[in-house]
């Protein structure tokens, strides 16, 4: 079975500050991998995603994540937090059709 | 395309009473999928289309809930006989089936709240 291990609840960073949120999967094979990010009371946008080949991935909103099979994680960073970026971040595996998700972790920004 | 649309966006139904929730679906899209998300978790996986057939569905699914997807393009979610642990946001997704896996689109969410 797969699973997604967010081990972060919540994160506080100061604005201008770098970012990673760290995520780790469970799954049998090569995995598929996203991270998508929830605004209050919205629904869910993808960030990014990983199928295969570069391990550092590049997505929407100056985000980057990087795939480390021997660590199975996959992990979100930014270099450079907005206070627009505070919301729930998610991480989810997807080798069958069906995505897993993670708990999520709330990311808070501080002036 | 104006994405994966969701109706209503909230509702509000007293414990015991029927609901019913709509999603359209990216249109070229033949993969649907429902998710609930309660306050501070995850969506939890709770049933998956491909065109009309509904080919898997959670644990989680009681028999008070059921999807349908009757011409492969919309979808409806029921909750028979609602009781206040239903209240969730029932969030809808999309994806195509071109290649192994492709990214879910999601919409907005139906907040229910049960009372």
């Known amino acids: 079975a797969q699973s997604v291990t967010q081990p972060d609840i919540h994160i506080t960073v100061s604005e201008g500050a770098s970012l990673e949120l760290r995520c780790n999967y469970s799954y049998g094979a090569t995995p598929y991998l996203f991270w998508y990010v929830q605004s209050p009371g919205q629904g869910l946008q993808l960030l990014l995603k990983y199928f295969s080949g570069d391990t550092l991935v590049q997505g929407i909103k100056g985000f980057e994540a990087e795939f480390k099979r021997s660590q199975s994680s996959f992990n979100l960073r930014k270099p450079s937090v907005h206070w627009s970026d505070a919301a729930e971040y998610f991480c989810?595996?997807?080798?069958?059709?069906?995505?897993?998700f993670g708990r999520g972790t709330s990311l808070i920004v501080h002036p | 395309d104006t994405g994966v649309s969701q109706d209503p966006r909230h509702k509000i139904t007293k414990r015991g009473q029927n609901v019913t929730f709509r999603c359209d679906p990216i249109s070229e899209h033949n993969r649907l999928y429902w998710y609930r998300q309660t306050l501070g978790q995850g969506p939890e996986f709770l049933t998956y289309f491909q065109n009309e057939a509904q080919l898997e569905k959670s644990r989680l699914l009681s028999d008070r809930f059921s999807a349908e997807r009757p011409k492969g393009s919309f979808s409806t979610l029921e909750i028979q006989r609602t009781e206040q642990g239903d209240s969730a946001m029932y969030l809808c997704a999309s994806s195509t089936s071109v290649g192994a896996v492709t990214e879910a689109f999601f919409g907005q969410g139906t907040r229910l709240t049960v009372v």
């Open positions: 989810a595996v997807g080798g069958s059709y069906i995505p897993t």
